[in-house]
């Protein structure tokens, strides 16, 4: 049972373009979503996380939108750039710090 | 920046075997974890551990042994390896259960 579903595998922008990557997860009593971000030969680094008392989490050109009635939160990246192409992993919390991986989405950047 | 060291970066070994992936975080850092990453399942949690001599499992554990021999170094043995286990393998550390988790850059095992 995937308990942190991302919904595409792969996500293809143009450049100067918004992408947004999608992430869902089944249970309430999640509380922490990091997303992480991967590039080849690396291992993952935190990218931005959001705790569930709030909707929405900022930093530069990366924001997150927490819904947390309809269990969902998306990664909005603004002004695409080619340095961008990652793969990006929806994370969620509980229990003492057991992270919960999404399948990752591949994102690419076409300049 | 914290520093997590997985050695060896590329193993290949038969059905079988034994293999050792070792990891050696320098950060002071109580947790460290064991992760495989396969397509399709992201990141999965093998073992963890919140200290020396310390190890719980985690949501894949079945096939793998850890040991936790110091604060720095975790180890995950895999005593009879088959094709399953082809996958890569990271190592983490986080200072607490609610920090920050770094990861090294990764262990690819293939079982041949």
């Known amino acids: 049972q995937q308990q942190v579903r991302q919904s595409s595998q792969s996500l293809t922008v143009w450049e100067g373009e918004t992408a947004i990557l999608n992430c869902s997860y089944e249970n309430s009593a999640f509380d922490y979503f990091p997303w992480y971000q991967q590039f080849p030969g690396e291992g993952p680094a935190l990218l931005i996380a959001?705790?569930?008392?709030?909707d929405k989490k900022e930093d530069g050109r990366f924001t997150i939108f927490f819904n947390k009635r309809e269990k969902n939160l998306s990664l909005h990246i603004k002004d695409s750039q080619p340095g961008d192409s990652a793969t990006y992993f929806c994370a969620a919390r509980y229990n003492q710090g057991k992270l919960i991986f999404g399948q990752g989405t591949k994102l690419s950047i076409k300049p | 920046e914290a520093a997590v060291t997985q050695s060896p970066r590329n193993k290949v070994t038969v059905t079988g075997g034994n293999v050792t992936l070792s990891c050696r975080q320098t950060?002071?850092?109580?947790?460290m974890y064991w992760y495989r990453q396969d397509t399709g399942h992201g990141l999965r949690l093998i073992h963890y551990s919140y200290g020396a001599g310390n190890l719980q499992i985690g949501d894949v554990p079945d096939g793998y042994k850890a040991t936790r021999t110091t604060q720095e170094d975790f180890f995950l043995l895999l005593e009879l390896a088959s094709p399953s286990q082809t996958s890569l393998y990271f190592c983490?550390?986080?200072?607490?259960?609610?920090?920050?988790?770094?990861f090294g850059k990764g262990t690819r095992l293939t079982v041949v």
């Open positions: 959001i705790r569930s008392v709030s």
């Open positions: 983490a550390s986080s200072l607490g259960w609610n920090t920050e988790v770094f």
């Open positions: 950060n002071s850092h109580n947790y």
